[in-house]
């Protein structure tokens, strides 16, 4: 499920909020694997801080896409330049 959501985050216009439980732990186990750059925000409603935290996603890095690539193209992984 990580790859299929690094690659669902890589398709979209960054950056993106997110503040769906499943899909914000997914996006931190991508932030921690190094594969995005993201932060958390705890959102706030009138003026008060609530307990909604969102992920902010801000990028994918070059590991994020060098993995993607790689499972577009197995033979990129073996191949050197």
Request: charge should be positive; charged fraction near 25%; aromatic fraction near 2%.
């Amino acid at each position: 499920m990580s790859i299929e959501l690094l690659r669902q985050v890589s398709a979209q216009k960054l950056p993106v909020d997110c503040s769906d439980d499943e899909i914000r732990d997914g996006l931190l186990v991508l932030r921690s694997a190094g594969l995005i750059a993201a932060f958390t925000v705890r959102k706030q409603v009138n003026g008060q801080a609530s307990s909604t935290v969102l992920v902010r996603v801000l990028a994918v890095t070059p590991a994020g896409w060098r993995l993607l690539e790689r499972e577009r193209d197995p033979s990129a992984a073996t191949s050197t330049a």
